[in-house]
């Protein structure tokens, strides 16, 4: 419904530009697909990440859905309880926190997973009663890229499965039990080998401690960010790894009463994202024809910081003759949205539509140059709701203490 150029322009007459729009129908439809694709296991629970866009409304949306919510920081924990979620269903999966901050998720009253033997210990000291998730480094090279990739041997996330022994010890010096266990080696997975072998190794080490609720599989599943472009075999993936865990349930203690939990960003919300910029300029030098538009890497980063793909669209000219362009930002950096792309003859004042901007596009963005962030826009129910403003001067200087000069 959304992806119809007239209504997009008209959104961004509107609203005026830069400017993001979310579909909340997409994000239903990737939940509901997830879903589906793992109804062969019993207490399956899906917990969105929502580092990937954090905005509270989203999260209620989510909450409505009956999702659970994965927080990386104790802000993420309290957005989450803003928008509605009871504590239980929030996973805090932090990374390099200090215990104050562990502490305080306690006091939430959300599960937790700690990735670090001495935090673990620590932790047993304070809270010897309490069950804790931990999560364990696998060692496997997953993902787009070394930047997103942290499930390696090298990475700082996780806790090594060659030091299960120690984790052990702490138990037993502590007297905490071991509530769930959790991985995650990445983003934008597609060869479903590496996370059906991570799955293993947890599924493995579950048999050692008879008191786990949850398997907290992570995330890391590939969207389309190209026309004809591979992701992650959903269906495949499901099949797998539900046969595994099935039987795994069959020789568990407790016979079948683990949940198990997966934690998508980019796959429940990258696709439901929209992101409109006008074009200040037609520029040709010696080699090329730049088009520059009113944003830059202030607003959206994943083009220059991971050499992502992001579809670009021009919808004000939809079916004019393709050229090629290379889009770039209004900010004093290499800040190039699309090197050398084919797109439907660009005149100046035309917007541009760039495409998979629902997940890390937002939450990523700066003031950089001083620009203001830009407003955020969400379809309903077929209707449009502004859930952002854009921002102002005093937006950006209200921390500022001016001294005497
Ligand atoms: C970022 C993150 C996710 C989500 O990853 P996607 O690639 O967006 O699906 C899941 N779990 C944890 C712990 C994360 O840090």
């Given at each position: 419904m959304i992806h119809n150029n007239e209504y997009l322009i008209k959104l961004s007459e509107k609203y005026g530009t830069p400017l993001y729009i979310y579909d909340s129908y997409k994000i239903y439809q990737q939940y509901k697909k997830m879903i589906n694709a793992f109804k062969g296991i019993n207490n399956f629970i899906i917990n969105y990440a929502c580092k990937a866009n954090t905005n509270l409304n989203i999260l209620k949306f989510f909450n409505t859905l009956g999702s659970g919510l994965d927080a990386v920081s104790?802000?993420?924990?309290?957005?989450?309880?803003?928008?509605?979620?009871?504590?239980?269903?929030?996973?805090?999966?932090?990374?390099?926190?200090?215990?104050?901050?562990?502490?305080?998720?306690?006091?939430?009253?959300?599960?937790?997973?700690?990735?670090?033997?001495?935090?673990?210990?620590?932790?047993?000291?304070?809270?010897?009663?309490?069950?804790?998730?931990?999560?364990?480094?696998?060692?496997?090279?997953?993902?787009?890229?070394?930047?997103?990739?942290?499930?390696?041997?090298?990475?700082?996330?996780?806790?090594?499965?060659?030091?299960?022994?120690?984790?052990?010890?702490?138990?037993?010096n502590t007297g905490i039990k071991i509530d769930g266990l959790h991985m995650h080696t990445g983003s934008d997975i597609l060869n479903i080998q590496s996370f059906l072998e991570g799955a293993k190794i947890l599924f493995k080490i579950a048999l050692d401690f008879p008191k786990v609720n949850y398997i907290d599989l992570g995330s890391g599943f590939k969207v389309s960010y190209k026309k004809k472009d591979v992701k992650t075999d959903i269906s495949m993936l499901s099949n797998k790894i539900t046969h595994e865990f099935n039987n795994l349930c069959k020789n568990y203690k407790n016979n079948n009463c683990?949940?198990?939990?997966?934690?998508?960003?980019?796959?429940?919300?990258?696709?439901?994202?929209?992101?409109?910029?006008?074009?200040?300029?037609?520029?040709?030098?010696?080699?090329?024809?730049?088009?520059?538009?009113?944003?830059?890497?202030?607003?959206?980063?994943?083009?220059?910081?991971?050499?992502?793909?992001?579809?670009?669209?021009?919808?004000?000219?939809?079916?004019?003759?393709?050229?090629?362009?290379?889009?770039?930002?209004?900010?004093?950096?290499?800040?190039?949205?699309?090197?050398?792309?084919?797109?439907?003859?660009?005149?100046?004042?035309?917007?541009?539509?760039?495409?998979?901007?629902?997940?890390?596009?937002?939450?990523?963005?700066?003031?950089?140059?001083?620009?203001?962030?830009?407003?955020?826009?969400?379809?309903?129910?077929?209707?449009?709701?502004?859930?952002?403003?854009?921002?102002?001067?005093?937006?950006?200087i209200k921390n500022i203490i001016e001294i005497p000069i």
């Open positions: 104790i802000q993420e924990i309290e957005i989450g309880l803003m928008a509605g979620f009871p504590p239980k269903n929030i996973i805090y999966t932090p990374n390099c926190v200090s215990i104050q901050e562990i502490i305080k998720a306690v006091k939430l009253g959300v599960r937790i997973n700690l990735d670090n033997l001495s935090i673990l210990e620590q932790f047993g000291e304070y809270f010897p009663k309490y069950s804790v998730g931990i999560r364990i480094n696998p060692h496997i090279m997953a993902g787009a890229n070394l930047k997103t990739s942290v499930g390696h041997i090298d990475s700082k996330f996780g806790i090594s499965f060659y030091q299960i022994p120690h984790v052990k010890r702490i138990l037993k683990i949940t198990l939990i997966i934690e998508p960003g980019k796959f429940l919300v990258s696709e439901s994202g929209y992101f409109l910029v006008r074009v200040n300029v037609i520029k040709h030098t010696t080699s090329t024809v730049f088009a520059g538009v009113d944003s830059g890497f202030n607003h959206f980063i994943r083009p220059m910081f991971y050499d992502a793909y992001h579809h670009i669209d021009n919808i004000s000219n939809p079916n004019g003759c393709s050229r090629f362009y290379t889009v770039v930002g209004y900010i004093c950096e290499s800040d190039t949205f699309g090197l050398n792309r084919k797109i439907s003859e660009i005149h100046e004042g035309d917007i541009l539509c760039i495409k998979n901007a629902g997940a890390y596009c937002y939450s990523m963005s700066s003031n950089y140059n001083s620009r203001y962030r830009p407003s955020e826009v969400m379809i309903l129910n077929g209707k449009d709701f502004l859930i952002r403003k854009r921002e102002t001067m005093k937006d950006l």
